[in-house]
Every structure is written in C-alpha cells, then in structure tokens.
C-alpha cells in the first residue's frame, strides 16, 4: 500500500485475524498485555514514516530501508513496541527490496486478511501493539515455503551480544 493511501487513514475492508505461530495452550509462558496507546501517543513515539506504516498501514519505498543490508546476528524487533519478531537467521535475500525472513518467532505477529487494491494478501501484525509490518507470502525459499516481505522502518534491528 502506498503511503499518500494511508494517510488518509481509509479503514481496511474485509479483515479476518488469523494466528500465526500461535503458543500452545499450557506450553508457554503468557504473552504480555498488549501494548496500546493513542493517536497522539504513537505520533510522538514513531517517526513519520514508521507511523505511516505501523499505524495506517502503509508500505515504505523498495530498496531504502538499511535493515535489508543487515547481515550479523541479533534480533529484529517491532519499532513500535520492542518486541522480538525474526531472529537473523531466518533472513534471506528474497530480491524483492525489503527485508524478508522464512518465519517469525512463536506468537510474534498475528495475520489477517488484507483484500485492498484488488487483490487478496495476508497482511502480518506485531501480536502485542497491532503494528502493521508488512505481508506474507507462500513463495519463500524450501526451509518454510513463506516469505514474510517486511518493512525496515517498521523494525529496528539489535546485534547479538
């Protein structure tokens, strides 16, 4: 989705949660609360750009983000809240211009539906503050057969040790 669409802060039609990598029940720890703060409160916490992206669901332009480059290893997080998403060795150069990784961590993101501009995708989501991150595909490489093609700025990246 293009920003000048997202910042007019048009509601996405047609939307179905569905959990992906989802703890199971008795096996793991609780999740935290859910991160949630008002309009005003993720504007003075994000840039721009992570706010047009994380909160209306926009999509920064191929090729800019510096986390595409990223090789060592650490942990990429959620720019919104912290929390860890994809470890480093889940990335791969999927050609496409944004970072992209073959799985997210166990209950990390959560999905749904996302059949705006005419076509039918699977939009991922940070699982504890909402934050949109970008989409998953079924074109990634034989380990998982996904490509979660995320967006830098709706991450930052923290090197191992």
């Keep these: 989705?293009?920003?000048?669409?997202?910042?007019?802060?048009?509601?996405?039609?047609?939307?179905?949660?569905?959990?992906?990598?989802?703890?199971?029940?008795?096996?793991?720890?609780?999740?935290?609360?859910?991160?949630?703060?008002?309009?005003?409160?993720?504007?003075?916490?994000?840039?721009?750009?992570?706010?047009?992206?994380?909160?209306?669901?926009?999509?920064?332009?191929?090729?800019?983000?510096?986390?595409?480059?990223?090789?060592?290893?650490?942990?990429?997080?959620?720019?919104?809240?912290?929390?860890?998403?994809?470890?480093?060795?889940?990335?791969?150069?999927?050609g496409t211009g944004w970072p992209s990784f073959d799985q997210a961590l166990p209950g990390a993101v959560t999905t749904k539906v996302d059949r705006s501009y005419g076509m039918t995708r699977t939009e991922v989501l940070c699982s504890r503050c909402g934050g949109h991150l970008g989409h998953v595909f079924s074109d990634g490489p034989p380990t998982t057969g996904e490509r979660y093609c995320m967006n830098g700025c709706a991450m930052t990246f923290e090197p191992k040790g």
């Design 1 to 94: 989705m293009d920003l000048s669409r997202a910042s007019k802060g048009s509601p996405e039609p047609h939307v179905t949660e569905v959990p992906v990598n989802a703890h199971k029940p008795g096996h793991d720890a609780p999740s935290p609360p859910p991160v949630s703060k008002s309009a005003d409160e993720w504007k003075a916490a994000l840039t721009p750009e992570q706010y047009a992206v994380l909160r209306e669901h926009g999509t920064e332009p191929r090729g800019t983000s510096p986390l595409n480059k990223e090789k060592r290893d650490g942990m990429f997080r959620c720019a919104g809240c912290g929390q860890e998403l994809f470890a480093s060795g889940t990335k791969f150069d999927s």
